[in-house]
């Protein structure tokens, strides 16, 4: 099968969990992972509709129509240290990046960035194609366009179909944005030369409020290309990861479906439920997750908190086990010995300030139940006919509660 090519997109999913050492080798193998998710019956509705892809290159296609004059103009418009006035159409130099293969289209990206950057005038790139290690593997990915200036600047371009409404747009959207700006901004570092000449700020080009009239904003990358560069260093190499996996192994979508799961099953994942927004196989992932009862399937911070109890039956044996007797003796009435209570906090089946914390937690729910069950009134006990009925929870209100 031919390989799926990584691009930015995948590779800010896959900076945002670089634990995840499933989602490092089947990208990194060019997987399908729609596919894959579907044989593993488990598809996901996952990336951008149809429609959405439509609209989005129609709209690219009219903001460069003119030759990327209207780019220009929106670059000096919207960022620092342009001209205010853009410069005219024929000086802007747009250069035919037209090659065979990846390589070769990365090679003429070098190319045209150092003959622009040498002459000292405006280029436009559209389409460009830059490189990138991760994991010991080359990525080639292809941004939007690519600005050079007259002071050899390289400012990432990105043309989004959603709008910006009255100057602000979607947090999220833009957010995701930003990470695949750092993206191309850190393959850009490595060309030679490049590290002092990209920008920290992209240009984000969107339709403005609900036409099809293109507007642009700044988008400041310092924080994304940091927080980039850190997680990608922490991805382990592909090539270690492939060792750990048996000969034969095949993410072959046409094999047995019990087939597959035990090749997935080969490479362990690391679900949270950030999963859901950027990888297709996060349902089979968090089916996993649960089955197994781990804690991160409750996600990140519930995960932090619960410190070195990784199951929820741990976590269960925590909030439960020996040393809640020892607790709830310590927080009893009578219990005025200060040393005792510090020892039932300390005192549990996992030494971990955690356990402690669920253990209080599991008494004052208790406690609250108990309290419920003392101030509701007996079920055969009519209410005085001048008194409101007292308020109780429905059964099924009650069970929720538990
Ligand atoms: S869904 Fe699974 S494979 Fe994808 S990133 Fe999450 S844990 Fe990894």
Request: glycine fraction near 8%; aromatic fraction near 4%.
């Amino acid at each position: 099968m031919p390989p799926r090519p990584l691009d930015a997109r995948a590779l800010a999913a896959l900076a945002a969990n670089p634990g995840c050492r499933r989602r490092a080798l089947l990208d990194g193998a060019g997987v399908d992972k729609g596919a894959l998710a579907s044989a593993l019956g488990a598809p996901a509705a996952f990336g951008q509709s149809q429609f959405a892809f439509v609209r989005g290159n129609a709209f690219e296609a009219r903001v460069v129509a003119d030759g990327g004059a209207e780019l220009i103009r929106l670059l000096c418009a919207h960022t620092d240290g342009t001209p205010a006035t853009p410069p005219e159409p024929a000086e802007v130099t747009v250069p035919d990046l037209a090659a065979d293969g990846p390589a070769g289209r990365t090679a003429r990206t070098r190319i045209a960035l150092e003959e622009a950057t040498a002459a000292g005038r405006w280029a436009l790139l559209r389409h460009p194609m830059v490189s990138l290690e991760i994991a010991g593997s080359a990525a080639y990915l292809e941004p939007d366009a690519i600005a050079v200036r007259p002071d050899g600047g390289w400012t990432v371009i990105e043309i989004k179909s959603f709008p910006i409404l009255d100057g602000s747009a979607d947090p999220a959207k833009v957010g995701a944005a930003a990470r695949q700006a750092a993206v191309y901004a850190l393959a850009l570092e490595q060309l030679p030369g490049g590290a002092g000449r990209v920008r920290s700020e992209a240009l984000l080009v969107c339709p403005k409020d609900f036409s099809n009239l293109p507007t642009a904003a700044p988008v400041d990358l310092r924080k994304q290309l940091a927080s980039t560069r850190r997680q990608l260093k922490r991805l382990t190499r592909l090539d270690e990861i492939a060792d750990t996996v048996p000969d034969g192994t095949r993410f072959d979508p046409a094999l047995p479906g019990e087939e597959l799961t035990a090749a997935v099953d080969t490479v362990p994942a690391e679900y949270a439920p950030e999963c859901l927004a950027s990888c297709e196989l996060a349902f089979h992932c968090r089916a996993q997750a649960r089955t197994a009862g781990t804690v991160a399937s409750l996600g990140r911070a519930v995960r932090g908190e619960l410190g070195g109890l990784t199951t929820v039956d741990a976590v269960l044996t925590a909030a439960h086990g020996e040393g809640a007797d020892a607790a709830d003796a310590a927080d009893a009435p009578d219990a005025t010995d200060a040393a005792s209570a510090d020892a039932a906090d300390t005192a549990g089946p996992v030494d971990d300030p955690a356990a402690a914390a669920l253990r209080r937690a599991a008494r004052l729910r208790a406690e609250a139940l108990e309290h419920l069950e003392h101030t509701a009134p007996p079920a055969h006990t009519a209410a005085p006919a001048h008194t409101a009925p007292p308020v109780r929870q429905s059964p099924d209100a009650e069970a929720a509660c538990r």
